[in-house]
């Protein structure tokens, strides 16, 4: 009997190729890089041309006017402490406050130097007014600083100065 014969795709397998050569791997197309350097360009050249279109924007925008600088607090202390009898009948009370004055115009700094006298002394007929139980709560202590105000523009205007006093400040009130 004869032999079986051997499949066919066993023998090809197990037989030498005849010289089989290896296939290059295929070139990419020079169209991708082409599409690639095209794409850089394009967003080099849009984003250039937003940058100088957002320069030139701002330029022609109009200015808006810059806020004024406003001017630095000048405060003028009345030295020595204002040491006042409080106008209370049922008992000797005294009053005790340090007082500055603060404003922003040197006009009005200077012309606070010059009649700091009469300053001083209206100051004192206006505290030597106040009871102690005025000055007990804040709203009382308030009322007076707008007083005092009041009084210290009173005497700048007829002195026929500058009166840009923005405020009186109480950096000590003690009452006793």
Do not use: C
């Not at 290059?24 to 080099?44: D, E, Q, T, Y």
């Not at 050249?45 to 001017?71: E, F, L, S």
């Not at 009370?93 to 007082?99: A, N, P």
């Not at 600083?145 to 026929?160: D, Y």
Request: proline residues 7%; hydrophobic residues 50%.
């Amino acid at each position: 009997m004869p032999a079986p014969a051997a499949p066919a795709s066993a023998a090809a397998a197990s037989a030498p190729a005849p010289t089989a050569r290896k296939k290059p791997a295929p070139r990419r197309s020079r169209k991708a890089l082409w599409f690639f350097v095209a794409i850089v360009l394009l967003g080099g050249a849009g984003g250039g041309w937003w940058a100088w279109h957002a320069r030139a924007t701002a330029a022609a925008a109009p200015k808006k006017p810059a806020a004024p600088v406003r001017a630095r607090a000048q405060y003028y202390p009345l030295e020595p402490s204002f040491v006042i009898n409080l106008a209370d009948v049922d008992a000797a009370r005294y009053l005790q406050v340090d007082v500055q004055l603060m404003t922003r115009d040197a006009a009005t700094l200077a012309a606070m130097e010059q009649h700091a006298p009469a300053l001083r002394n209206r100051l004192l007929l206006l505290f030597g007014q106040q009871t102690s139980q005025s000055l007990a709560e804040r709203r009382g202590k308030e009322r007076l600083q707008q007083q005092a105000l009041a009084e210290v523009r009173a005497v700048l205007k007829g002195e026929t100065t500058a009166d840009k006093v923005e405020a009186v400040y109480f950096t000590s009130l003690v009452t006793q």
